[in-house]
């Protein structure tokens, strides 16, 4: 692939937006996200504009956070010039820190609606959507209250490409670009970076740790924690089919119809008109409204052939292999999370995706949990996964790899321990308290 890395004239000056009052505009009426003249010359991960924003659990309770929106250059899939935003958070009273460690937290979109983005839903003012974006906020300020700051890039893109191979792993590592160049949050170049991110979030992460090497070498990632990365996206949609979370497989072809002209062929070929229907309206529902709205809808129903002589068409098989993540060997450590009992991202594509890192030769720990489902990891992993990235930017002596199941991440006194200090951490963010005590 090659560093994006690139020469440059671009020379404009960056404009700086003071935060508005009232209610954030929606992301199609808001001139932030539009790309300033010329913005395509500019190397990958410059700064186009910066704004402050305030961040509100639920868009109600003030997070005692410093933030500031960067809109940045970056690419798409098909590494055509791009732009989209993260939004860099410390927490008020942090230490004055040289380097200050960085967290990019890639978040559960999930969707295509912009309206989901977390540059949008994390606002103070924003609606209470029900997205699992929202309640991200409470791990991203379990990061802040360790004094680091956090990333938290729109990893689809502009445009919502969800499942997009590649764009996720281009928007987040250019967004860890953007956020060091920012000089009011104690980050330079040599600060250590992890990446961080569950579910839809873990998808996205794991190409931002495959292309890491290749794309942004000069960033000090000491680590990557993949949870739930969706390992084989075709499982997940043959398993969300006709169940309670067929919602998401829904979203999965409105977001593949729209990137893939062979993905169009092919439902222009096989879908009735009401399926074709029900394919343009995901593209404007929230993760939330698709999950309620088409639970246990069969896709199949809208076919001219059986659903898996649809899946199994060629062309349908390429756009699957194009989007698998688990292809390359990230070169930073990996801690991979992942519930055995889970309902929607099968254990085994799990399986697979690690047996192929570990075989290519990559660091991993491979943690899998016998009592968790899919949203109960997400929670019980927080105390694990926080422990782990500290050592990581501590510098302490690896692991050695290793694939375990064990009952509960939760099991050993020390994680129980470090669940209570994250319950008080959002006991505080639930009251709009200093996320770091005796210091804000």
Not at 253 to 272: G, Q
Request: with cysteine; aromatic share 8%.
């Amino acid at each position: 692939m090659g560093s994006a890395a690139i020469e440059s004239t671009w020379t404009a000056p960056v404009e700086h937006w003071e935060r508005e009052p009232g209610r954030p505009a929606e992301p199609e009426n808001d001139p932030f996200y539009d790309a300033p003249l010329g913005w395509q010359a500019a190397p990958h991960g410059s700064i186009l504009r910066s704004r402050d924003v305030g961040i509100a659990f639920l868009g109600l309770v003030p997070l005692r956070a410093k933030a500031v929106q960067l809109l940045y250059r970056t690419e798409d899939m098909h590494r055509a010039p791009t732009t989209t935003v993260t939004t860099v958070l410390l927490a008020d009273g942090a230490e004055p820190q040289q380097d200050r460690p960085l967290v990019s937290y890639q978040c559960a979109i999930d969707a295509l609606a912009r309206e989901a983005f977390p540059s949008y839903t994390l606002q103070r003012g924003a609606p209470i959507t029900g997205e699992v974006v929202q309640l991200e906020l409470l791990l991203i300020a379990n990061a802040l209250a360790k004094g680091w700051a956090v990333s938290v890039p729109d990893h689809e893109g502009q445009h919502g490409d969800w499942g997009a191979p590649r764009e996720s792993g281009s928007c987040a590592l250019d967004g860890i670009r953007a956020a060091l160049q920012h000089n009011d949050f104690g980050l330079t170049e040599q600060s250590p970076v992890a990446l961080w991110g569950y579910s839809g979030g873990g998808w996205g992460t794991s190409w931002a740790a495959e292309m890491a090497d290749d794309y942004a070498p000069e960033l000090n990632i000491a680590g990557a924690v993949l949870g739930s990365p969706v390992g084989d996206p075709e499982g997940v949609f043959r398993r969300a089919n006709g169940h309670m979370f067929a919602g998401l497989a829904g979203l999965v072809i409105a977001s593949l119809v729209r990137i893939y002209p062979s993905m169009r062929a092919i439902v222009d070929t096989h879908v009735n008109d009401e399926g074709r229907e029900l394919i343009d309206r995901a593209t404007e529902m929230s993760t939330a409204q698709a999950v309620t709205k088409l639970a246990f809808t069969d896709f199949g129903k809208h076919l001219d052939i059986p659903v898996e002589a649809f899946l199994d068409l060629p062309e349908m098989q390429e756009i699957f292999a194009d989007i698998r993540p688990g292809m390359g060997t990230p070169a930073m450590p990996l801690l991979i999370l992942q519930a055995v009992r889970d309902q929607i991202v099968p254990v085994a594509g799990i399986d697979q995706m690690v047996e192929g890192f570990v075989r290519r030769g990559a660091q991993v720990t491979y943690l899998r949990d016998g009592l968790s489902e899919h949203f109960t990891l997400h929670i019980f992993s927080g105390p694990t996964v926080l422990g782990w990235l500290g050592d990581r930017f501590e510098g302490l002596p690896l692991p050695a790899p290793s694939t375990s199941t064990v009952r509960t991440v939760l099991s050993s006194v020390s994680h129980l321990r470090s669940g209570l200090r994250m319950l008080e951490v959002c006991g505080r963010v639930f009251t709009g308290r200093g996320l770091i005590p005796g210091r804000s």
